[in-house]
């Protein structure tokens, strides 16, 4: 069966450096989404990318962010200068057809922790 | 606000009893997703039911929607310990791109 997979599963690192979270969507998917969950708390939408643009971006979705899909393939989300409130797991998503439409298929998550 | 609640927040029920879940919305959706998520693990897509549909079942689930007051539940039948896990609704509003989750609820199975 077709799934998203994320690299790497768990990510640790210093306040003020900068992480990039990979994604490999499912092959033929078009719409691709990044959320994240801090711990404990609620699933929050940061960014759905169509046609090689951001589509919707929440208030989350700040400067210090920013998605690119490099190749056919990949769909990574950068923290440009991580804070320790960074901290939580970073979920990507696809689906074929915008989302809510079809259903959504998500990644296992990269955890991200900021010391 | 467009994000409704989930309750209960937490539920704790015997092996082999039926586990119902609601979740609450403030405005007009498209339709509502169930997403299941297992401690520490990623997001599984449970069922989707359309702003046009009352009811819907796969396997021992089934989901009820209420638009008329902004509501649906997820009955989960004969439950079992693997279904353990916290259950999410997600609405998707018209004109958005994206789903909204809510804060789910934490059902745990007893043997």
């Known amino acids: 069966e077709p799934e998203v997979t994320q690299t790497p599963s768990h990510q640790v690192t210093q306040m003020g450096q900068e992480v990039i979270l990979r994604c490999v969507p499912i092959?033929?998917?078009?719409?691709f989404y990044w959320y994240r969950q801090i711990l404990g708390q609620k699933v929050e939408f940061l960014v759905s990318?169509?046609?090689?643009?951001?589509?919707?971006k929440s208030e989350i979705f700040d400067d210090q962010f920013s998605v690119e899909r490099p190749d056919g393939s990949n769909f990574t989300l950068k923290i440009r200068s991580t804070k320790l409130e960074d901290s939580a797991m970073y979920f990507c998503?696809?689906?074929?057809?915008?989302?809510?439409?079809?259903?959504?298929?998500f990644g296992q998550g990269t955890r991200l922790t900021v010391v | 606000s467009q994000q409704g609640e989930e309750d209960p927040q937490a539920l704790s029920i015997q092996e082999g009893e039926n586990a119902t879940m609601n979740c609450s919305y403030k405005t007009s959706i498209n339709n509502l997703q169930w997403y299941r998520q297992n401690s520490g693990r990623g997001l599984v897509h449970l069922i989707l039911?359309?702003?046009?549909?009352r009811e819907k079942h796969s396997g021992r689930l089934r989901v009820t929607l209420d638009t008329s007051k902004k509501s649906s539940s997820l009955l989960i039948t004969a439950s079992r310990a693997a279904d353990t896990a916290s259950y999410f609704c997600a609405r998707l509003y018209s004109s958005a791109s994206k789903i909204i989750f809510g804060s789910g609820t934490r059902l745990s199975i007893r043997p």
């Open positions: 092959s033929n998917h078009l719409y």
């Open positions: 990318f169509y046609n090689n643009e951001i589509s919707e």
């Open positions: 039911i359309r702003s046009n549909e």
């Open positions: 998503a696809s689906s074929s057809r915008g989302q809510g439409i079809t259903e959504a298929f």
